[in-house]
């Protein structure tokens, strides 16, 4: 599986950025997908899942703000990020488990249990 992102840009606090992840193959409803970032001088962190069966998982620090999704037709994870603060400045990473894994509810959003990345887009908050 291959996972391009896209949509990234700078926008100002308050403003709203939209981002697409396009999965090369399979049924993208058959595994779990994720949004990571890595801002600068920090770790990689998660920010939000969406298993097969369309249940969604938040980072608290975005509760509220961001919207995961698919669009089955388009092979594409979206994830809407509205409210958008300095904070939220990162390189975004598209993820993906191998296809016919749950995501994880005990504890969600381990980088090391996804296997297929793509090369991330750069979000940018600043007024």
């Known amino acids: 599986v291959r996972v391009v992102e896209s949509g990234g840009g700078s926008v100002q606090p308050g403003g709203s950025l939209r981002l697409s992840c396009h999965a090369s193959s399979g049924t993208i409803t058959s595994f779990c997908m994720a949004w990571f970032r890595e801002a600068p001088g920090k770790e990689r962190e998660g920010v939000a899942d969406?298993?097969?069966?369309?249940?969604?998982h938040y980072t608290d620090a975005v509760k509220g703000r961001f919207t995961i999704s698919r669009d089955n037709a388009k092979h594409t994870l979206e994830l809407q990020m509205n409210s958008l603060e300095p904070e939220d400045t990162a390189v975004y990473y598209c993820a993906s488990k191998n296809p016919g894994s749950w995501c994880n509810t005990v504890n969600p959003l381990q980088e090391r249990e996804y296997k297929y990345w793509g090369k991330g887009t750069q979000v940018t908050v600043s007024s």
């Open positions: 969406i298993d097969t069966d369309g249940t969604t």
